[in-house]
């Protein structure tokens, strides 16, 4: 009998344990304003995993609202990360990465993070809410997609190398 579902057993307690992962970086990193691994992990999991990549990040994006609160900061976060991926998705259709175009991609989003987040408050209260909550943020914009770019540029390879051999083994089981 053919199995018809969208993802098997296995890959759904692969996409669980890598929702886990990429929420414990977050909040293993917290206490530095704006340094994650999440961007990078995000970057990962799309060259590696592919359309996994979705389920992963929304069961991410609610553990944040469970944990530090459904506010209109995590209303955003609906359509922000997801951005990630789908450059991605875009840009290494059919390309190999490299680690310094990763690690610009990675840098750049950090940048432009508070950036997308004001479309948000651009909705909700206008030009005026929009352009104050991204220039207030711009310092910590700066920090992120400093902390994204070299943090890109020194793990990419390793944890790529990592997961593509993770999703080997998984593929031959």
């Given at each position: 009998m053919?199995?018809?579902?969208?993802f098997?057993?296995?890959?759904?307690?692969?996409?669980?344990l890598?929702?886990a992962?990429?929420f414990?970086?977050q909040v293993?990193?917290s206490?530095?304003?704006n340094?994650?691994?999440?961007?990078?992990l995000?970057?990962?999991?799309?060259?590696?995993?592919r359309k996994?990549?979705?389920?992963?990040?929304?069961?991410?994006?609610?553990?944040?609202?469970?944990v530090?609160?459904f506010?209109?900061?995590?209303?955003?976060?609906?359509y922000v990360?997801?951005i990630?991926?789908?450059a991605v998705?875009?840009?290494y259709k059919n390309?190999t990465?490299k680690?310094?175009g990763i690690?610009?991609?990675s840098?750049?989003?950090?940048?432009l993070f508070?950036?997308?987040?004001a479309?948000?408050y651009?909705?909700?209260?206008?030009?005026?809410?929009a352009?104050t909550w991204?220039?207030?943020?711009?310092?910590?914009?700066i920090?992120?997609?400093?902390g994204n770019?070299f943090?890109?540029?020194?793990?990419?390879q390793?944890?790529?190398?990592?997961?593509?051999?993770?999703k080997?083994?998984?593929s031959h089981q």
């Amino acid at each position: 009998m053919k199995n018809h579902s969208l993802f098997t057993t296995r890959e759904l307690v692969l996409d669980a344990l890598l929702s886990a992962l990429l929420f414990v970086s977050q909040v293993s990193l917290s206490w530095l304003p704006n340094v994650e691994l999440v961007s990078l992990l995000l970057i990962l999991y799309t060259l590696v995993f592919r359309k996994h990549v979705w389920l992963i990040l929304y069961v991410f994006v609610i553990l944040e609202g469970l944990v530090y609160g459904f506010g209109l900061w995590w209303f955003s976060y609906l359509y922000v990360w997801p951005i990630l991926p789908a450059a991605v998705f875009l840009i290494y259709k059919n390309n190999t990465p490299k680690p310094f175009g990763i690690s610009l991609l990675s840098g750049i989003f950090g940048m432009l993070f508070g950036f997308f987040c004001a479309g948000f408050y651009l909705i909700t209260g206008g030009p005026g809410a929009a352009l104050t909550w991204w220039a207030a943020g711009i310092p910590y914009d700066i920090a992120h997609g400093t902390g994204n770019f070299f943090l890109s540029l020194i793990l990419f390879q390793p944890l790529y190398r990592l997961l593509t051999s993770l999703k080997r083994g998984q593929s031959h089981q």
